[in-house]
């Protein structure tokens, strides 16, 4: 909860109960999917963490896109295809 407090609600304005629902639901997924978690290693619950590259070539040519959710208080950062 205190989690969600400070990286979600703390930073938002929440206009009504639909809203706040919304905000809830987009968190919740963005916590299980996609936050790095210390105690799984750096992984997300519902995810593997993966396996290090360690190929010089590939780490100068990595691409990352990063994903607004809500407007900006979150963000998603994956390996672009």
């Known amino acids: 909860m205190q989690s969600c407090r400070r990286e979600l609600l703390d930073r938002s304005l929440i206009w009504n109960e639909r809203h706040l629902r919304h905000a809830l639901r987009e968190y919740e997924l963005f916590y299980n999917r ?6 799984l290693n750096q992984s997300a619950p519902l995810h593997t963490v993966p396996d290090p590259i360690t190929d010089p070539e590939r780490i100068t040519d ?20």
């Open 62 to 81: 990595l691409n990352i896109r990063r994903r607004a959710r809500l407007g900006g208080v979150l963000h998603e950062y994956s390996h672009a295809a």
């Open 34 to 39: 996609h936050r790095a978690h210390q105690a």
